[in-house]
């Protein structure tokens, strides 16, 4: 079960890539990239762990993994974060949500709704938790230079 689910966000994420325009040789990042996202995800999901702080810390991985991407093939993070951070969008429950809102079931339509917002939110600040971290350590790592 867990390869499968390698293999798919590996697909999701490069797939992306390559809608994103990504240049050829950064697609293979893309996808381990948001391969690893989802495996955090995933593990930490059937460890017991709810789904928003998981999703936090996969959003955090993805974006250390893109700086690390970033710096070793000289591209823009932004490639590695958008394509690493498909595999965690929660599409699923979103498209679950609006058939329940025009089926009138507005209880579990609300329901959904939050908790698409509060995994969005989880995202976002997963991704700039690690850019904060990053941007501490760099002017640490400045300060401590000769």
């Known amino acids: ?5 390698c293999i798919t966000s590996f697909i999701a994420a490069a797939g992306f890539g390559i809608l994103f325009n990504a240049p050829r040789n950064a697609l293979i990042q893309c996808g381990l990239v948001g391969m690893f996202g989802w495996l955090l995800y995933y ?6 762990i ?3 702080p998981a999703t936090v810390f996969a959003a ?4 250390v993994l893109s700086h690390i991407c970033a ?5 823009p993070i932004i ?20 058939r329940n809102f025009v089926e009138n079931d507005y209880f579990h339509a609300v329901q959904l709704s939050a908790k698409v917002m509060l995994l ?9 938790f690690s850019e904060v ?6 002017k640490s790592w400045d300060w401590l230079k000769p």
């Open 71 to 75: 710096k070793l093939y000289r591209t």
């Open 120 to 128: 969005a939110g989880a995202i976002a600040i997963g991704l700039m």
């Open 50 to 52: 709810d789904v928003v």
């Open 79 to 98: 490639i590695f974060n958008v394509s690493g951070i498909i595999p965690l969008v929660p599409g699923g429950i979103a498209y679950d949500a609006m």
């Open 1 to 5: 079960m867990i390869l499968a689910q």
């Open 60 to 63: 955090m991985l993805v974006a």
């Open 133 to 138: 971290v990053n941007q501490l350590f760099r």
């Open 43 to 48: 593990i930490l999901v059937a460890e017991g």
